[in-house]
T-cell receptor, first 113, second 112 residues
Framework: DSGVTQTPKHLITATGQRVTLRCSPR?????VYWYQQSLDQGLQFLIQ???????AKGNILERFSAQQFPDLHSELNLSSLELGDSALYFC????????????FGSGTRLTVV | GDSVTQMEGPVTLSEEAFLTINCTYT??????LFWYVQYPGEGLQLLLK?????DKGSNKGFEATYRKETTSFHLEKGSVQVSDSAVYFC???????????FGEGTQLTVNP
């Protein structure tokens, strides 16, 4: 157990729907990062939050949004889902910044049918 | 922007063979460098890291040396085991500290 908890582990939903992925960071970590892992595009950085505030944005679609709550857990919201959104979504956390590495959760596998 | 290039896979070796997975990077400043490993069905785990030039990271028999002059961070292991079969990712930490940038990943399969 890495200390980073992601739920649910698997999600199957239809095109056009909206889903929410949840992440609880490791105790003491203030930064949360979201990544998308697909077969054709590898690991793509989506967004980072630090202590409740957005810190950096990567290749995140406008249909996707995220937030970090006062208790430091984070949610990634994916809407108007398309078949191409099927992927593994990972959350990672770190104490302050990325320079000492992240701790990853085990991921949420999203399948859009 | 910052980028990481890994040798193409997949790599297939016999048990006890020597492993090298090449990784080169492009970055401004002095990034931290990492190797992560992903076993089937799991998230990525930090394998080793190096935070400055000439540092050597090591863990579980794996080693990598931060070479600023060749912008490389090649992963090596002297004798691989079947249990080392996994996907290996090289990554760099942007000097702003805002994210890790990952290479494409290299699938390693070790046969008994």
């Amino acid at each position: 157990d890495s200390g980073v908890t992601q739920t649910p582990k698997h999600l199957i939903t239809a095109t056009g729907q909206r889903v929410t992925l949840r992440c609880s960071p490791r105790s003491g970590d203030l930064s949360v990062y979201w990544y998308q892992q697909s077969l054709d595009q590898g690991l793509q950085f989506l967004i980072q939050y630090y202590n409740g505030e957005e810190r950096a944005k990567g290749n995140i679609l406008e249909r996707f949004s995220a937030q970090q709550f006062p208790d430091l857990h984070s949610e990634l919201n994916l809407s108007s889902l398309e078949l191409g959104d099927s992927a593994l979504y990972f959350c990672a956390s770190s104490t302050r910044d990325s320079n000492y590495g992240y701790t990853f959760g085990s991921g949420t596998r999203l399948t859009v049918v | 922007g910052d980028s990481v290039t890994q040798m193409e896979g997949p790599v297939t070796l016999s048990e006890e063979a020597f492993l090298t997975i090449n990784c080169t990077y492009t970055a401004t400043g002095y990034p931290s460098l990492f190797w992560y490993v992903q076993y089937p069905g799991e998230g990525l785990q930090l394998l080793l890291k190096a935070t400055k030039a000439d540092d050597k990271g090591s863990n579980k028999g794996f080693e990598a040396t931060y070479r600023k002059e060749t912008t490389s961070f090649h992963l090596e292991k002297g004798s691989v085991q079947v249990s080392d079969s996994a996907v290996y990712f090289c990554a760099l930490g942007e000097t702003s500290g805002s994210r890790l940038t990952f290479g494409e990943g290299t699938q390693l399969t070790v046969n008994p």
